[in-house]
């Protein structure tokens, strides 16, 4: 059951606001007259100039520098990279599980009610995959946080225009439009999707705060369709 929660004047957090879904969350959260103030922590400058954004720069995987600027309504996690971009495991462990686990704490030290973090499709402590086995355990210590509303979005392949190119998700993605027609039913969580509908799902969900915690692609989609 979904219940219509009205707030008005809130305050978001988006960390990962320059990748490819989090520039879109932001776009959004500009257009959208419920929020007065964004708050942007990131390791690099945005440019943005609107009166709505604070920027806060730093080392993401030093989250603890943040404390007393984390603070608003709503968080909304974007961080994430690639073994390609991050081939070094302890890196990438630090940045995908080390950076969202250590916002969730801080959301929960600082009483922010919301967390809504991207999390990929497959994610299982139990897998043999390394970057699924750590997207599972991120998720796990997200939820041991015990934030009141906390949403884990699993998408299927992303699609974009990104800054980079990146083969074997552009390989997929061709496959994934092409196998569209034949992903329905229980395998609709496959389709690939994009990144603006991600986001779009993002805020309506924190607005609708809807009774699950892990929100698979399809699902994902049927948020962004909602608008």
């Known amino acids: 059951?979904?219940?219509i929660?009205?707030?008005?004047?809130?305050?978001a957090i988006i960390l990962g606001g320059?990748?490819?879904?989090?520039?879109?969350?932001?776009?959004?959260?500009?257009?959208?007259?419920?929020?007065?103030g964004i708050k942007l922590f990131s390791r690099m400058a945005s440019g943005n100039n609107s009166p709505k954004v604070e920027?806060?720069?730093?080392?993401?995987?030093?989250?603890?520098?943040f404390r007393e600027d984390f603070t608003g309504d709503e968080v909304f996690c974007c961080i994430g990279t690639t073994s390609a971009k991050t081939k070094e495991r302890t890196i990438y462990?630090?940045?995908?599980?080390?950076?969202?686990?250590?916002?969730?704490?801080?959301?929960?030290?600082?009483?922010?009610?919301?967390?809504?973090?991207?999390?990929?499709?497959?994610?299982?402590v139990k897998s043999r995959v390394f970057y699924s086995r750590t997207k599972g355990e991120m998720e796990e210590a997200v939820l041991d946080q015990a934030i009141p509303h906390?949403?884990?979005?699993?998408?299927?392949?992303?699609?974009?225009?990104?800054?980079e190119k990146r083969f074997g998700e552009s390989a997929g993605a061709v496959f994934l439009r092409l196998a569209r027609i034949f992903l329905y039913g229980s395998m609709k969580k496959y389709r690939a999707i994009?990144?603006?509908?991600?986001?779009?799902?993002?805020?309506r969900i924190s607005k609708t705060l809807p009774d699950l915690q892990i929100v698979n692609s399809d699902v994902i989609q049927e948020f962004a369709d909602r608008q």
Request: hydrophobic share 45%; charged share 15%.
């Open 1 to 3: 059951m979904v219940s």
């Open 5 to 11: 929660i009205v707030m008005s004047q809130k305050t």
């Open 18 to 36: 320059t990748g490819l879904t989090g520039s879109l969350l932001l776009k959004r959260l500009l257009a959208d007259n419920s929020y007065s």
């Open 55 to 65: 920027e806060f720069v730093g080392d993401m995987l030093q989250m603890g520098q």
């Open 93 to 124: 462990r630090a940045i995908d599980y080390g950076s969202p686990v250590a916002a969730a704490r801080l959301a929960k030290a600082n009483n922010i009610p919301t967390f809504v973090v991207m999390s990929s499709l497959g994610a299982s």
């Open 150 to 163: 906390t949403y884990i979005l699993r998408p299927s392949l992303i699609l974009g225009d990104r800054n």
């Open 194 to 203: 994009h990144a603006d509908s991600i986001a779009a799902a993002m805020i």
